[in-house]
């Protein structure tokens, strides 16, 4: 059953200290590729954030690593042009993708990276878990529907995140989560919790950091 994610109780809170700790040493940002020849080489454990364009990758990555601008973020959709790579310790690497769905580039430039974010998602062995951010003011629209079909067919596990939350009325946000949650009954590569975050107003990202620290 799906459910949304509280980390509520004792392992949980050890979690979130390790999760904390993480977080609280040094991230660098390593490079930009935009080919998969130019990736770093697969040594430490991965996780990206992948999701439309403008849906907050970049913003939610600040937010964890408590960086105003460490990732590029901006009202541009279409901004982040580039599989971002960055070193959180030396234990992990933090994956910022560029958005699908939308960008204001010519075809043949928005094709070309579409390519690649397929090409990454289904082929990079030590991508240990996508997270698929969905709008919480939008829920699941059918171009996300076609990335968590990809990453089912490649067995990638993803967990949706929810971003924004800050705004959403109550009422919306619950008729979003249950939206989410009966959309993920189809794909086999979910992860069965969801996470639910505002990057302007820290929720969640406690939750969220303890779940990228503790991933072996
Ligand atoms: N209110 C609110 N705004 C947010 C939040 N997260 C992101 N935004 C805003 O949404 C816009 C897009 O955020 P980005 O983080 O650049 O989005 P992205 O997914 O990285 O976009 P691309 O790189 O273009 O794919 C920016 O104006 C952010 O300030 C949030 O939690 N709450
Ligand atoms: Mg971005």
């Given at each position: 059953m799906t459910m949304v994610f509280t980390l509520a109780g004792a392992p949980e809170e050890q979690a979130r200290e390790t999760g904390r700790l993480l977080f609280a040493g040094p991230v660098d940002f390593v490079k930009g590729v935009t080919t998969m020849a130019a990736l770093p080489p697969a040594d430490r454990v991965e996780v990206c954030f992948a999701g439309r364009s403008n849906v907050g990758k970049s913003s939610l990555i600040n937010a964890l690593t408590g960086r105003k601008s460490l990732a590029r973020a901006s009202n541009t959709p279409g901004r982040t042009q580039e599989i971002n790579y960055f070193a959180l310790g030396e234990s992990r690497y933090l994956v910022d993708l560029p958005g699908y769905g939308?960008?204001?580039?010519?075809v043949a430039v928005v094709r070309k990276w579409q390519e690649l974010l397929r090409a990454y998602l289904a082929g990079?062995?030590?991508?240990?878990?996508a997270f698929v951010l969905i709008d919480t003011r939008h829920g699941i629209k059918q171009v996300d529907d076609e990335i968590l079909g990809l990453l089912d067919k490649s067995a990638v596990t993803f967990q949706v995140v929810m971003t924004k939350a800050d705004k959403v009325n109550q009422a919306t946000r619950e008729a979003n989560i249950a939206q989410v949650m009966a959309a993920l009954q189809k794909h086999p590569a979910a992860y069965p919790e969801i996470i639910v975050t505002s990057s302007e107003k820290g929720e969640g990202v406690e939750t969220l950091r303890a779940v990228i620290a503790t991933l072996e």
């Open positions: 939308f960008a204001e580039a010519p990079r062995q030590t991508l240990r878990r």
